[in-house]
């Protein structure tokens, strides 16, 4: 069980707009910043927001981040069949003294 | 371009050893913070440990403290992972990461441990 808990699975149609949350605690999102990464099948992870809502160069503007208190989410505007793929978000525990993972979320564009 | 390519894994017993190394160029190994993040078969993303620049800081996940051990060569340019005592539990594909945010992602090498 992930310390960070995620909707294990959403869906949505092209052009749609889609959101993924994740909850945590005061001792990980509630005072540290959030990570969301996008998996495509059978790839390695990418960045896709860093501090909690920053987009790197290259991600379009389509995903964006926000976090209020001890949740965190991830919006992905105008849906696109190339956006099915697995979503994790990440922070640090205070108490643990780790990086901790959500359990993932897998989009499926129907 | 940047970089990171994992090398080193293999089938072990259980119980056995196994070093991983991740080679990293395109960025300036030396001052980013780098990890190794591991993902089970079928499962999701777990962070196993991460070493600060100049080596004088590493955390890991519970479940390998006392087993695995982070190091880096910043002279060349490279991260490790040794990894003993293994079990089956430790059957994943291993990335290193590193960069701001982990921006930068290696392709992963599979270790399987399995008798």
Excluded: H
């Amino acid at each position: 069980q992930s310390v960070l808990t995620q909707p294990p699975s959403t869906s949505g149609t092209p052009g749609q707009r889609v959101t993924i949350s994740c909850s945590g605690s005061s001792s990980n999102i509630g005072g540290n910043s959030v990570y969301w990464y996008q998996q495509l099948p059978g790839t390695a992870p990418k960045l896709l927001i860093y501090r909690d809502n920053q987009r790197p160069s290259g991600v379009p503007d389509r995903f964006s981040g926000s976090k209020s208190g001890t949740s965190a989410s991830l919006a992905i505007s105008g849906l696109r069949s190339e956006d099915e793929a697995d979503y994790y978000c990440a922070t640090w525990d205070d108490s643990l003294s780790g990086w901790v993972f959500g359990g993932g979320t897998k989009l499926t564009v129907l | 371009e940047v970089q990171l390519v994992e090398s080193g894994g293999a089938l072990v017993q259980p119980g056995g050893s196994l070093r991983l190394s991740c080679a990293a160029s395109g960025f300036t190994f030396s001052s980013s913070w780098m990890t190794w993040v591991r993902q089970a078969p079928g499962k999701g993303l777990e962070w196993v440990a991460n070493i600060k620049q100049d080596g004088s800081e590493k955390y890991y996940v519970d479940s390998v403290k006392g087993r695995f051990t982070i190091s880096r060569d910043n002279a060349k340019n490279s991260l490790y992972l040794q990894m003993n005592s293994l079990r089956a539990e430790d059957t994943a594909v291993y990335y290193c990461a590193g960069g701001s945010g982990w921006g930068y992602w290696g392709q992963g090498t599979l270790v399987t441990v399995s008798s």
